[in-house]
């Protein structure tokens, strides 16, 4: 089964809307999750690392007001992209950190696809 | 420099048949995982493969085998037999330091994999 829960999988919304995709930890507590971002045909870019009860860590170039990211739980993380404009449209997928690591030391959601009119 | 590089944009594979994936990497760490990811376009990020750079042997899962030659600093994914099922986005990424400290992974541009019946 799944591992890891993201929602939701599509937004459409009107630009200058907040967005918030939340990213959950089904298996295990997770003190560290990430964020990427994803442009079409492209890899998967780092955005921040995110920390449970602490501030999360942005890459740089990465707007942290932008997108504002809380980890106020061990199995729950957000990702809030403020005032977003067309721009902002992307896929961003979230993984969580594996607590053992071994051989698959991050587990990713399912992407959220985001499209601002 | 690039960590990760994939220098295949796409490629394509008669079904049944072997195809080989290119990845090379590049960091001093003598301790690194390498992994293999495939997309398909509805967007998650599937597992397929991993490699540690102690490991002494290739690793294999099912149709997928790592062809790993640490002096080349390669690590190529051979899928065999190849299914209609296999058309996707193939990633390989690289986590530097061990399962303990490392949690970073770094991406490479993706190959887009064509199976044709």
């Known amino acids: 089964g799944a591992v890891v829960s993201q929602h939701p999988s599509w937004v459409i919304c009107k630009s200058g809307t907040s967005v918030k995709i939340e990213c959950r930890s089904l298996?295990?507590?997770?003190?560290?999750m990430f964020w990427y971002r994803q442009f079409p045909k492209q890899s998967l870019m780092l955005m921040a690392t995110s920390n449970e009860g602490s501030k999360a860590t942005y890459e740089q170039g990465v707007e942290k007001d932008k997108f504002l990211i809380n980890h106020a739980s061990l199995t729950l993380s957000t990702l809030t992209v403020t005032s977003a404009h067309p721009e902002d449209s992307s896929f961003y997928i979230c993984?969580?950190?594996?607590?053992?690591?071994?051989?698959?030391?991050?587990?990713f959601g399912d992407g959220t696809r985001l499209s601002i009119l | 420099a690039q960590k990760i590089t994939q220098t295949q944009p796409g490629m394509f594979v008669q079904e049944k048949e072997a195809v080989t994936l290119d990845c090379t990497y590049d960091t001093s760490d003598p301790s690194y995982g390498l992994f293999w990811y495939k997309q398909p376009s509805s967007g998650e990020m599937i597992f397929l493969i991993y490699?540690?750079?102690?490991?002494?042997q290739n690793a294999t899962e099912g149709r997928y085998s790592l062809n790993f030659q640490k002096a080349r600093k390669s690590a190529n994914l051979v899928i065999s037999a190849s299914q209609l099922g296999d058309s996707a986005m193939y990633f390989c990424?690289?986590?530097?330091?061990?399962?303990?400290?490392?949690?970073?992974?770094?991406f490479g541009t993706g190959t887009s994999l064509t199976v044709i019946p």
């Open positions: 990424a690289m986590r530097e330091g061990d399962s303990y400290t490392g949690n970073q992974f770094y």
């Open positions: 298996d295990f507590q997770a003190t560290t």
């Open positions: 993984s969580v950190e594996a607590p053992r690591r071994g051989n698959q030391p991050q587990h």
């Open positions: 490699q540690g750079s102690y490991d002494q």
